[in-house]
């Protein structure tokens, strides 16, 4: 099965899943190795965060996504693809995943500032909420 773990420098977990913009591929099973399969690097408009309105995404092929800390507004969108969505407090990809496995994953708490509250125009993908820099 196919897991994507997104990632800020392709080594460990990021922080904020409805943000990132890179994700490490993995294929896995139980009790295997997880395999490093192929990179997903989205455009900014691509952000998880944004994509919830239902046209086809990068992420579509994975059935795992693992994240660090993401508020329900991303939850939510990866649910509605079809894809089980993770947040771990670990970060390590590799680990998360055989955490995932074992069901031991260490959840990571929502963000302090929830996302779900309004939606942003995907010409602000580059900021935060409230004209932030991301």
């Known amino acids: 099965m196919r897991f994507a ?10 922080t904020h899943g409805g943000r990132t913009r890179r994700f490490l591929v993995f294929e896995a099973e139980a009790g295997g190795d997880p395999v490093e399969v192929s990179r997903i690097e989205l455009a900014e408009d691509e952000v998880l ?6 046209r086809p995404h990068p992420i579509d092929a994975v059935r795992v996504v693992i994240t660090g800390s993401s508020g329900e507004g991303f939850i939510n969108h990866m649910k509605r693809r079809g894809i089980e969505p993770v947040t771990t407090l670990e970060t390590d990809p590799v680990q998360a995943i055989r955490d995932w496995f074992a069901g031991t994953v260490k959840t990571a708490p929502p963000p302090e500032h929830p996302h779900e509250h309004h939606d942003h125009d995907p010409a602000d993908a580059p900021y935060e ?6």
Not at 5 to 14: E, K, L
Not at 49 to 54: E, M, N, T, V
């Open 5 to 14: 773990v997104g990632t800020q420098d392709y080594r460990s977990i990021a």
């Open 129 to 134: 909420c409230h004209g932030a820099p991301a």
């Open 49 to 54: 965060h944004l994509a919830g309105d239902g």
